[in-house]
């Protein structure tokens, strides 16, 4: 079968310029910020390309050069595809093997915005992406051009965090901006099954083809001191605070999102659709959404969290999406202080011990000793595993929790009993128990 490459995939406009440069060549940003700007383009919303730096892995970058920049991102609602081909980017880097490369463009006066998708754990100043984007900064820093850093990472005012990040290891850093922003899109990692997908419905052979699901967002604060496309034509939404979309997103879709991935995974559900679709799951998150996270959130003017989350399961729902619970569950100790903790230190402060997520908790502790319910073995991905496998103490662990969570003998009270009820009946008979 013939590749999908610019004499095969037909009318599809190439990018105009670069202005961009994005790190982290991964499913979310094809599926996302690429989709973004190409409508943003194609509504009249500036002149505008993306150079994309892959920061290790060529898994992706090579089948994408090989196809002349081109891909298709294949949009999965029940049993109905839609693929569109995007050609929104202008070139491909590997940073591991092209580090000069990526700092000279880095330095160019022409790129406007570095956008990032190089998940939680990259966020430090030893980290080979964030050397490499210092050292691109430092190089720029002698002609001052204007320039934004925009996270696109599930973390909590992840602009302030970035910025911080790059003031505390940069001297100068006043040419930049740092706007917060919120993403979502349900975007699976691609398999053979994506694949042959492709194939199917373009009648060429994609190797870079990603799926997602129909809906996507995108809150981004106004702060480009060297422009920016126009988002906002492409439906995005311009801010001065992202925060209340940022609450909703962390707490109700990823918060319920790792939920699904914890409890589903101990009790076999091999994806979020599965896990949803479980006797009593649903009651269960919804009363998690209802009276754990609501009460912990601002939502915005015209939003109400219930109502919010009831999107967010029927996304959830979608069975075309084939989104694994372990793939959910990968890096639970960087994701669950922003997905889990805060809702209940939040409710904890209110003096109310969470019950629901205090079982999501318990369910994420239970997961990480590796075994499901049935005794199959559970992988332990995450960053921290070694530590996390040989600590007795999981509320000890400071990296993980916030002060004070140690000594709560009424959390741990509530934890120990949810542990308990976990051992003796496993997922199943614990929802439902609670139905």
């Known amino acids: 079968m013939e590749r999908l490459s610019r004499a095969t995939a037909g009318d599809v406009a190439k990018a105009p310029g670069t202005g961009i440069v994005h790190l982290g060549l991964g499913a979310f ?16 919303g500036g002149d505008w390309g993306i150079a994309a730096v892959a920061p290790r892995s060529r898994s992706v970058l090579d089948p994408l050069l090989e196809q002349d920049l081109l ?15 995007l050609g929104v980017h202008s070139q491909a ?4 093997s092209e580090p000069e490369a990526v700092t000279r463009l880095l330095a160019d006066p022409a790129v406007r915005i570095v956008t990032l998708t190089v998940t939680e754990k990259a966020y430090r100043p030893d980290s080979a992406i964030m050397r490499l984007l210092l050292d691109g900064l430092r190089a720029r820093a002698a002609t001052q051009a204007p320039i934004a850093l925009v996270s696109c990472d599930n973390l909590p005012s992840n602009g302030r ?21 919120m993403v979502d899109r349900i975007v699976p990692a691609s398999t053979e099954a994506t694949y042959a ?5 373009l009648g060429l052979d994609d190797r870079a083809t990603v799926g997602a699901e129909p809906f996507h967002a995108w809150v981004l604060e106004d702060d480009f001191p060297g422009g920016r496309p126009a988002w906002d034509l492409a439906g995005a939404v311009i801010t001065d605070d992202v925060g209340p979309w940022e609450g909703l997103k962390l707490r109700v879709v990823l918060g319920v999102h790792s939920a699904l991935a914890y409890l589903g995974a101990l009790a076999g559900a091999s994806t979020v659709d599965r896990a949803l679709a479980l006797p009593g799951m649903r009651e269960v998150v919804e009363r998690f ?20 989350g009831r999107g967010a399961l029927a996304r959830f729902a979608n069975s075309a999406l084939h989104h694994r619970t372990l793939q959910i569950a990968m890096d639970g100790s960087q994701k669950l202080p922003q997905r889990l903790l805060g809702t209940i230190a939040d409710r904890r402060a209110a003096g109310s011990v969470p019950r629901y997520a205090t079982l999501v908790l318990a369910a994420w502790m239970r997961f990480v ?7 199959t073995p559970l992988p332990l991905d995450d960053p921290m595993a070694e530590r996390l496998r040989a600590t007795g103490d999981l509320l000890s662990l400071d990296a993980v929790f916030p002060p004070g969570f140690a000594d709560d003998a009424e959390l741990r009270a509530q934890l120990d009993a949810w542990g308990r009820d976990l051992d003796r ?5 614990v929802l439902e128990g609670l139905r």
């Not at 965090?161 to 922003?181: K, N, V, W």
């Open 29 to 44: 940003h094809r599926a996302h910020q690429a989709v973004f700007t190409a409508d943003a383009i194609a509504a009249g």
């Open 71 to 85: 891909y298709s991102v294949l949009t999965l609602d029940g049993e109905r595809v839609t693929p569109r081909v």
């Open 93 to 96: 880097l590997h940073a591991a």
């Open 161 to 181: 965090r970035l910025g911080a990040l790059i003031r505390a290891e940069l001297a100068d850093a006043d040419f930049i901006g740092f706007p917060s922003t």
């Open 197 to 201: 997908t492709a194939r199917e419905v």
């Open 289 to 308: 959404i209802a009276t754990d996270i609501a009460p912990t959130l601002s939502p915005p003017d015209g939003v109400t969290v219930e109502e919010f």
């Open 369 to 375: 000793r590796g075994v499901a319910d049935d005794g």
């Open 425 to 429: 009946h496993g997922v199943l008979g």
